[in-house]
């Protein structure tokens, strides 16, 4: 059975990091498209981050590129999602998704219905 497991939110004032690390089991780990989502109080859940199976290829969504980072270790089945400069407007929930297994190495996605493999979520509270 699939399992992944989130961990690492917490609450950060502005300007702060954190790293949520992603733990996969009951897949294999390195034919899976890996991605990070968030979902905020009263509004739908939204892309933040992907990685190919290969680690090659990696997209952000605009309003994190250049203060978050995700990584992938397919020796340990981990992703990892570095978020650095953190912002009020940051606060979510955050879950680590899987879309797979992919022939592609190199393919990703920016669409959570094409993911088939969640997380439980963990929140992430950035303060003013």
């Known amino acids: 059975q699939a399992q992944l497991v989130e961990s690492g939110g917490g609450l950060v004032q502005a300007g702060g990091s954190l790293r949520l690390p992603c733990a996969a089991s009951?897949?294999?780990?390195?034919?899976?498209?890996m991605g990070w989502f968030r979902q905020a109080p009263g509004q739908e859940r939204e892309f933040v981050a992907v990685?190919?199976?290969?680690?090659?290829?990696?997209v952000y969504t605009d309003s994190v590129k250049g203060r978050f980072t995700i990584s992938r270790d397919n020796a340990k089945n981990t992703v990892s999602l570095q978020m650095d400069s953190l912002k009020p407007e940051d606060t979510a929930v955050y879950y680590c998704?899987?879309?797979?297994?992919?022939?592609?190495?190199?393919?990703?996605?920016?669409?959570?219905?094409?993911?088939?493999?969640w997380g439980q979520g963990t929140q992430v509270t950035v303060s003013s």
């Open positions: 998704a899987a879309d797979g297994p992919k022939s592609s190495s190199t393919m990703v996605s920016r669409d959570d219905r094409l993911y088939n493999y």
């Open positions: 990685i190919s199976s290969n680690g090659g290829n990696i």
């Open positions: 009951g897949v294999t780990f390195s034919r899976y498209i």
